[in-house]
């Protein structure tokens, strides 16, 4: 999901430069600034007045987990900032463009957040040079951190990080092994050698600098570990349940079915089933906990997929398509899909999972 960009300027120039990128960019537009009684209205035309201190509204943005680009001094963003800055995963992308919108700077969350990114996308707009400073973009290493966000992973052991990156600026080998079946696409380039083991087991990969998995042992990384644990998002979930569910029993039933199969909560990719389902309340919340998107597919959609599947007179009867959960899975999950657990029933609850075929990984 695309963050909002929020931008703020400080003078008359500053509102030019934020309508110009607003322009090609989507953004909201702020002003703190008292314009001249000769200035024009349409100056600020479309913009929202700050009248709450800068440190509070940079706050609420942090909250909102949107991006923000200060147009004026660096030392007006990093104050407004400080207070909010917790760390590289959280920290949401904070951006300057000078006054004149000749250079732009990200200051924070340049590779997770994608601050850098973003200063690439501004530059095309407004010719401002973006200066970047972050070593991996400044030798054409290999950033796991970028590596991670444009692939949707939770990065589980961030205190990795400084050697992976340290060994993709020194132009040293990486290697990468999965447990999952993948192909990463280098677009063209590979900067530094990476070599990636599919067969891999994620224990024992003491020679291994990143591991791609989806096991469930998010507790047991150590901070001290020199391997970077990575889990993508590949777990495709079909739900199935009586109208009027209680909410809490599907939570604990579908977590549990997780758990069962080994892999962690945040490997999860898309809650799904019947469309009939879609204003299901237990539903809905289940996929609000877990932050995945609800996904819902007509009974005839749902019957269009190749594969075998443990039918039921009674639901096909009810809904019109015999199974949904596993079905529904197999649907989110792809062409190429692999069910991984077929339906499991509890108490008017169903449950199934899938994964894609193979995990296309960009870098």
Same mark, same amino acid.
């Not at 444009?150 to 060994?167: E, F, H, Q, T, Y």
């Not at 692999?338 to 509890?346: A, C, D, F, Q």
């Given at each position: 999901?695309?963050?909002?960009? !929020?931008?703020?300027?400080?003078?008359?120039?500053?509102?030019? /430069?934020?309508?110009?990128?607003?322009?090609?960019?989507?953004?909201?537009?702020?002003?703190?600034?008292?314009?001249?009684?000769?200035?024009?209205? &349409?100056?600020?035309?479309?913009?929202?007045?700050?009248?709450?201190?800068?440190?509070?509204?940079?706050?609420?943005?942090?909250?909102?987990?949107?991006?923000?680009?200060? @147009?004026?001094?660096?030392? @007006? &963003?990093?104050?407004?900032?400080?207070?909010?800055?917790?760390?590289?995963?959280?920290?949401?992308?904070?951006?300057?463009?000078?006054?004149?919108?000749?250079?732009?700077?990200?200051?924070?969350?340049?590779?997770?957040?994608?601050?850098?990114?973003?200063?690439?996308?501004?530059?095309?707009?407004?010719?401002?040079?973006?200066?970047?400073?972050?070593?991996?973009?400044?030798? =054409?290493?290999?950033?796991?951190?970028?590596?991670?966000?444009?692939?949707?992973?939770?990065?589980?052991?961030?205190?990795?990080?400084?050697?992976?990156?340290?060994?993709?600026?020194? =132009?040293?080998?990486?290697?990468?092994?999965?447990?999952?079946?993948?192909?990463?696409?280098?677009?063209?380039?590979?900067?530094?050698?990476?070599?990636?083991?599919?067969?891999?087991?994620?224990?024992?990969?003491?020679?291994?600098? @990143?591991?791609?998995?989806?096991?469930?042992?998010?507790?047991? /990384?150590?901070?001290?570990?020199?391997?970077?644990?990575?889990?993508? !998002?590949?777990?495709?979930?079909? @739900?199935?349940?009586?109208?009027?569910?209680?909410?809490?029993?599907?939570?604990?039933?579908?977590?549990?079915?997780?758990?069962?199969?080994?892999?962690?909560?945040?490997?999860?990719?898309?809650?799904?089933?019947?469309?009939?389902?879609?204003?299901?309340?237990?539903?809905?919340?289940?996929?609000?906990?877990?932050?995945?998107?609800?996904?819902?597919?007509?009974?005839?959609?749902?019957?269009?997929?190749?594969?075998?599947?443990?039918?039921?007179?009674?639901?096909?009867?009810?809904?019109?398509?015999?199974?949904?959960?596993?079905?529904?899975?197999?649907?989110?999950?792809?062409?190429?899909?692999?069910?991984?657990?077929?339906?499991?029933?509890?108490?008017?609850?169903?449950?199934?999972?899938?994964?894609?075929?193979?995990?296309?990984?960009?870098?």
């Amino acid at each position: 999901m695309e963050r909002q960009l !929020r931008i703020i300027c400080f003078t008359r120039q500053g509102c030019r /430069i934020a309508k110009k990128i607003a322009a090609r960019i989507p953004a909201e537009m702020y002003y703190k600034f008292q314009p001249l009684p000769d200035e024009s209205e &349409a100056m600020v035309s479309g913009m929202h007045e700050v009248k709450e201190p800068l440190n509070d509204w940079a706050a609420q943005a942090f909250r909102d987990e949107a991006a923000l680009l200060f @147009i004026g001094a660096t030392g @007006i &963003a990093v104050r407004a900032i400080a207070e909010a800055i917790k760390d590289k995963l959280t920290d949401i992308p904070v951006l300057v463009v000078d006054m004149e919108g000749r250079f732009v700077v990200p200051i924070l969350s340049g590779h997770y957040g994608g601050a850098n990114e973003l200063a690439q996308r501004i530059s095309s707009v407004t010719g401002a040079v973006p200066v970047i400073t972050t070593g991996t973009d400044i030798t =054409g290493g290999f950033a796991a951190d970028v590596f991670a966000g444009k692939n949707d992973m939770k990065i589980l052991n961030p205190a990795a990080l400084p050697r992976i990156s340290g060994k993709a600026v020194a =132009g040293r080998r990486l290697s990468i092994s999965s447990e999952l079946p993948m192909r990463i696409m280098f677009e063209g380039k590979r900067p530094v050698t990476v070599d990636y083991n599919e067969t891999a087991h994620p224990e024992g990969t003491f020679d291994t600098d @990143i591991c791609i998995t989806g096991r469930a042992f998010e507790c047991d /990384i150590r901070d001290e570990s020199e391997t970077l644990y990575l889990i993508p !998002r590949f777990l495709h979930i079909g @739900i199935g349940c009586r109208k009027n569910t209680d909410p809490d029993k599907l939570e604990e039933f579908t977590l549990r079915c997780i758990k069962q199969l080994g892999f962690a909560s945040s490997a999860v990719a898309s809650i799904s089933s019947i469309d009939l389902k879609e204003n299901e309340m237990a539903v809905l919340l289940l996929a609000e906990k877990l932050e995945r998107p609800f996904m819902t597919y007509s009974a005839e959609e749902l019957e269009e997929i190749e594969g075998i599947f443990p039918e039921s007179e009674f639901v096909q009867e009810t809904v019109g398509v015999g199974n949904v959960s596993a079905r529904a899975a197999a649907r989110s999950a792809g062409k190429g899909y692999r069910l991984i657990r077929e339906t499991v029933k509890e108490d008017g609850m169903t449950f199934a999972a899938a994964i894609p075929g193979i995990l296309m990984l960009n870098w």
